[in-house]
């Protein structure tokens, strides 16, 4: 290695011991701690720019216990549709709009769709025709706010499966889970359950902007008085597939319709050794990967968000 190559990369090697010497005295052994409980939701209304008026989803109160492929047939709801779904290309095999993907997989779902509280709906269907593609919409009838989940197993080089959550009522440069609507992640989980996706399952959201950009997992799985018995495992692999996904986006530029195979960055090995080793030394490891990953993942995210990076160009027709 060139001389002046080897100091820059001795030097970006002490940070990474200096970034996790701090995590060490962090993770240090400590007493007992009480159970957690479930943090509370950071949601803030603020972060949807555009809501729809409520008298244009009453609508959806007629399609209640009927199959989602009625009401996805509906002249209403496909106007509805084109007014959440994002106006981007995306990869579903090959190029189409996020509303194309969900059409074929809510088209001849025989799912009943369903209304909680008298006011969110949710209409959901497993029958994609490939790629074990399977989707949702739901839809907050009071507040007017919308939400779409499309989850297949790419096979275009990213990392897979993966559940991608899309609304053109959001415009943000980053996003954490614990910023949607209680009520909407309520709906992923059970829908996840329903649909034997894992838990655990790369995330990525497509706002108001021409840019796929990660859905961080901020969730805490040991957070409550029933945490499964492998929670911090669960803590630590959430954190992992968060690092893949930023580190993929951040190879494919954000974006939304990506086709290329993730490549091992040098940077990025050397931190994964560094990280390892030093974590790997400690009675509990886990405490110590799981923060310093995160704070690797906000690294990546905040030195490429949306704000700083040039104006995509517009999808070929």
Known sequence: MHPAALRGFSVFVLLIFASLAAA?????PTAAAPPKETPASNFDKTIFRTT??????????KYAGQEAKRVVRD??????????????????????????????VLND??????????????????????????????IDMQD???????????????PTPTV????????????????LPPAFAEQLTRWSGQSNVAPITTRYFIGDVNRKILLEHDEDYCAGNHAPSDCEQMNADAADLDLQAANYLEQVNYATNATAWMIDVP?????????NHTCNGLPDPLPCRIR?????????????SVAQMPHSQPPHK
């Not at 060490?24 to 240090?28: G, I, N």
């Not at 310093?292 to 490429?304: G, K, L, W």
Request: one cysteine or more.
């Open 292 to 304: 310093v990953t995160r704070e690797r993942v906000r690294v990546i995210i905040n030195r490429h």
């Open 109 to 138: 779902s025989q799912i009943p769709v369903q209304i909680h509280d008298g006011r969110y709906v949710e209409i959901s269907g497993r029958s994609g025709p490939y790629l074990q593609g399977h989707g949702f919409v739901w």
């Open 144 to 158: 007017g706010l919308a939400l779409c989940g499309f989850y297949f197993h790419p096979t275009n080089g990213e």
């Open 267 to 275: 940077e990025q090995v050397a931190w994964v050794q560094v990280r």
């Open 164 to 179: 991608t959550v899309f609304s053109r009522q959001i415009k943000e440069d980053t996003i954490r889970m614990s910023q």
């Open 52 to 61: 729809i008026p409520s008298e244009q989803l009453q609508f959806l109160n």
């Open 75 to 104: 002249k209403q709801y496909k106007k509805l549709i084109k007014n959440i779904a994002p106006d981007v290309v995306f990869h579903y095999g090959w190029d189409m709009s996020p509303a194309d993907a969900l059409e074929r």
């Open 24 to 28: 060490l005295q962090d993770s240090a």
